[in-house]
C-alpha cells in the first residue's frame, strides 16, 4: 500500500470508530477530494473553461440511516455536534459547517425523494479557507453518501450540480461549477479540461517528470471572498448586458471578444471593461496553455500561471498581498516553472510546479522570509492528483 492509502486508511478507521462509539452500528464511508485549478481562474460561471484536478487531501464522511427522522451530525476535527430533523431543514446561521451537509440533504427533498434520518461524523484533512475547496468535498461526500443509502440513482454530473445548489442555498455563495465537478469527477494523474458552459469534459494526463504540485498557504482566511465573489459575478453580467445590446447572440463571457470590450464595455466603466477583459483573457489563455501541455511545453504552460496571477491580482481584484508576495518571491526562481494564487482569491494557496529536487531548498528560504514579513505561519502541501468522490 502506499503512502496515501495508508493515510487514506487511518482517517477513514478514525471516522468508522467514533461513528461507533457514538452511534453503535457501523457505517459506510465516503471520501471526496479537495482540488487544485491548474489554469482557468473565475471563468466557470463565465461559462469558459477550467483545468482542475482533485487531490490527495478530502473530507471522510461516515453515515448510516436512522429509523426516525433525525439527523445527527458530528464534526469530528472540530469536537462539534449538531441535529436537526429533516422536516425542519434551513440554513444555519452561526456555524457553517453543518451547511454543507444540511444543503445536500436538501436536493433530494427537492427533488422529491423520500428522505430518511441519519447518523454521521464528518473528518477532513483539506485546510479550511485555503482554495482547496473543502466545503465542495462535504458537499460532494454529501450527496454521493445518500444517492447510494436512499438509492436515489442520480447520475455523477446530476450530483454535482445538486452539490453545487447546496454551496448556492445553503452557503450563499454563488459559485461556478468547477469545485463540485473536480470533487466528484476526479482522475488520478488527470486534470480534467472542462467547459463549463457544455459540461463536455476530457481527461489530460498530468504527470510531469521531476515536477511536483506544491502549495504554499498564505493561511490568510478570506473573510471578503463571498461577497466579493458574487460581486465579480455581477460584474461579469453587467458587461455581457451591455454587449447584448448590440450584440443579441451573445450570453456570455465566453462568447465575448477584446473588440467587443473596446467597443461595449470600456467607453461605459473601466473597471467592469478590466474585470471581464481578465477573464476574456483567461479563458483565451487557458487553450493556450492546453496546447502547451499538450506539446510537453512545461514551460510555457508555468509562464501562463504568471500571467493568470498577474491578470487575477491587477485586473480581477482578487488577490492580496500575501499571494502576491509569495508569487514576487518565485517569479525569477529557474526551480519554480509556474505560480499563481489558486481558488476564489483573497487568500487561501498559491499553487507552484517546482522542480521536485529544489523544494526542500524553496521552502527553506520562502517560509522563514514570508513568516518575518507577513508575520503570519506559512504551510505547505505537495498535491498529488487523486480520483475523485468514492465510497472506501
Ligand atoms: C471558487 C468557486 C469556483 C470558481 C473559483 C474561481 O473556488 O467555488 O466555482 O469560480 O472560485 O475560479
Same mark, same amino acid.
Given at each position: 500500500m502506499d503512502e496515501i492509502n495508508i493515510m487514506q486508511q487511518t482517517i477513514t478507521e478514525k471516522a468508522k470508530q467514533k461513528f461507533v462509539e457514538l452511534y453503535g452500528n457501523i457505517p459506510i464511508v465516503v471520501r471526496s477530494p479537495g482540488r487544485i485549478n491548474i489554469i482557468g481562474e473565475h471563468t466557470d460561471y463565465n461559462e469558459g473553461f477550467v483545468l482542475p484536478a482533485a487531490i490527495d487531501k478530502a473530507a471522510y464522511f461516515a453515515i448510516s440511516l436512522r429509523d426516525d427522522d433525525d439527523i445527527h451530525l458530528m464534526a469530528l476535527d472540530l469536537n462539534e455536534t449538531f441535529s436537526v430533523s429533516i422536516n425542519d431543514l434551513k440554513p444555519v446561521g452561526d456555524?457553517?459547517?453543518p451547511n454543507y451537509i444540511l444543503g445536500a440533504v436538501a436536493q433530494f427533498k427537492k427533488k422529491g425523494i423520500s428522505l430518511k434520518g441519519f447518523n454521521a461524523v464528518l473528518t477532513s484533512d483539506v485546510p479550511i479557507g485555503a482554495g482547496l475547496s473543502s466545503s465542495a468535498a462535504v458537499e460532494c461526500a454529501t450527496v454521493f453518501a445518500l444517492n447510494e443509502l436512499l438509492h436515489a440513482n442520480f447520475e455523477k454530473l446530476e450530483m454535482v450540480k445538486m452539490a453545487q445548489k447546496a454551496e448556492h442555498e445553503y452557503a450563499g455563495v454563488m459559485c461556478g461549477i468547477m469545485d463540485q465537478f473536480a470533487s466528484m469527477m476526479g482522475k488520478k494523474d488527470h486534470v480534467i479540461k472542462l467547459d &463549463?458552459?457544455?459540461?463536455e469534459y476530457t481527461y489530460v494526463p498530468f504527470k510531469l517528470e521531476g515536477i511536483k504540485i506544491l502549495l504554499l498557504d498564505t /493561511?490568510?482566511?478570506? $473573510?471578503l471572498a463571498s461577497s466579493e465573489y458574487n460581486t465579480r459575478r455581477k460584474e461579469c453580467n453587467q458587461a455581457v448586458m451591455w454587449i447584448k445590446e448590440h450584440e443579441p447572440k451573445v450570453n456570455s463571457l465566453r462568447d465575448v471578444t477584446e473588440v467587443m470590450l473596446n467597443k461595449y464595455v470600456l467607453p461605459k466603466d473601466k473597471l467592469i471593461d478590466m474585470r471581464s477583459r481578465f477573464v476574456v483573457q483567461e479563458i483565451n489563455r487557458l487553450e493556450a496553455g492546453c496546447e502547451d501541455l499538450r506539446k510537453d511545453d512545461i514551460k510555457a504552460l508555468g509562464k501562463k500561471m504568471f500571467e493568470t496571477h498577474d491578470g487575477l491580482s /491587477?485586473?480581477?481584484?482578487? $488577490? &492580496?498581498k500575501e499571494l502576491d508576495y509569495l508569487v514576487d518571491f518565485v517569479r525569477d526562481n529557474d526551480a519554480v516553472i509556474g505560480a499563481r494564487m489558486m481558488g476564489g482569491g483573497f487568500g487561501g494557496c498559491v499553487i507552484n510546479l517546482v522542480k521536485e529536487t529544489e523544494i526542500n531548498k524553496l521552502i527553506e528560504v520562502i517560509k522563514p522570509a514570508y513568516e518575518h514579513e507577513m508575520k503570519l505561519p506559512l504551510t505547505y502541501y505537495i498535491a498529488s492528483i487523486e480520483n475523485g468522490t468514492e465510497i472506501i
Open positions: 456555524i457553517n459547517w &463549463c458552459r457544455s459540461l /493561511n490568510v482566511k478570506h $473573510s /491587477n485586473m480581477y481584484g482578487v $488577490s &492580496c
